[in-house]
């Protein structure tokens, strides 16, 4: 079974960064393809970056495109996701998800999520 725990989130002024963690136990991420989506209460979730399982082609929505940036540490079993310059509209809990299946992973659908980790953008 694999187990996702979210990390790295907090309150940042606009213009800041962040660093979120995304650390995976009970089989290697590598076999997976991971992603992050947020959601603000009252709205939907958003489906923000992700990195395929075999050839780590990324993906990022077009609302952070330029801004966040998708790794993964094999050797920590952790993904990443580097967020710049960021903006009030970033807030939000941010989640990090992971299945077997780039595709799936894209249209929103995964069969492991993690408890997720809110991040504040406010001066």
């Known amino acids: 079974q694999l187990e996702l725990v979210e990390s790295g989130g907090g309150l940042v002024q606009p213009g800041g960064s962040l660093r979120l963690s995304c650390e995976a136990s009970g089989f290697p991420l590598d076999y997976y393809t991971i992603g992050w989506f947020r959601q603000v209460p009252g709205k939907e979730r958003e489906g923000v970056s992700c990195?395929?399982?075999?050839?780590?082609?990324?993906y990022y929505a077009d609302s952070v495109k330029g801004r966040f940036t998708i790794s993964r540490d094999s050797a920590k079993n952790t993904v990443y996701l580097q967020m710049n310059s960021l903006k009030p509209e970033d807030t939000a809990v941010y989640y990090c998800v992971a299945d077997a299946w780039f595709d799936r992973v894209r249209s929103g659908q995964y069969d492991y999520w993690g408890q997720g980790t809110q991040v504040t953008v406010s001066s």
């Open positions: 990195i395929r399982n075999n050839d780590g082609i990324t």
